[in-house]
C-alpha cells in the first residue's frame, strides 16, 4: 500500500466514525424501554416494540462497527494493517478503502 492510499483510507475511516457515533446516540434514545405508564393503546405498543428491536439490532451492529473501526485507526500506520488474517496476502485496496475494518481478505472472508 502506497502513503497516499494509507491516507486515504485513514480518512475514509475518520468519515465513517464521524457517521457512526451520532446515529448511535440516536438509536440508543430510540432503545429506550417504553413506560408502562405511558398511555399507547395496544397496537401502537406493539408497533413501537417491534421498532425497537430493529433498532436495538442496528444499535448492537452499529456498536460492533465503531469499535472495529476505531481499531483499525490504530491500526492503520503498522505494517501488519492490510494483511489478512488468514492467508497474510495483501487485502485489496478497494475492498480496504469500502470496509475500512476488514481483516479478511475477499477470498478468505468468502469461506469463512
Ligand atoms: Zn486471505
Redesign the pocket.
Known amino acids: 500500500m502506497t502513503p497516499r492510499q494509507q491516507e486515504a483510507i485513514k480518512e475514509k475511516i475518520i468519515q465513517e466514525l464521524a457517521f457512526l457515533s451520532p446515529k448511535i446516540t440516536v438509536l440508543q434514545e430510540i432503545s429506550q424501554p417504553i413506560s408502562p405508564e405511558c398511555a399507547l393503546g395496544d397496537l401502537a405498543r406493539f408497533e413501537l416494540m417491534h421498532e425497537q428491536e430493529v433498532s436495538d439490532k442496528s444499535l448492537r451492529e452499529a456498536q460492533i462497527r465503531l469499535k472495529k473501526l476505531q481499531y483499525a485507526l490504530r491500526k492503520v500506520d503498522g505494517a501488519d494493517y492490510g494483511l ?6 495483501e ?1 485489496s485496496f478497494e475492498r480496504l478503502l469500502l470496509l475500512p475494518e476488514s481483516s ?2 475477499i ?3 468468502s469461506n469463512l
Open positions: 489478512c488474517m488468514e492467508c497474510e496476502e487485502i479478511h481478505c477470498r478468505c472472508a
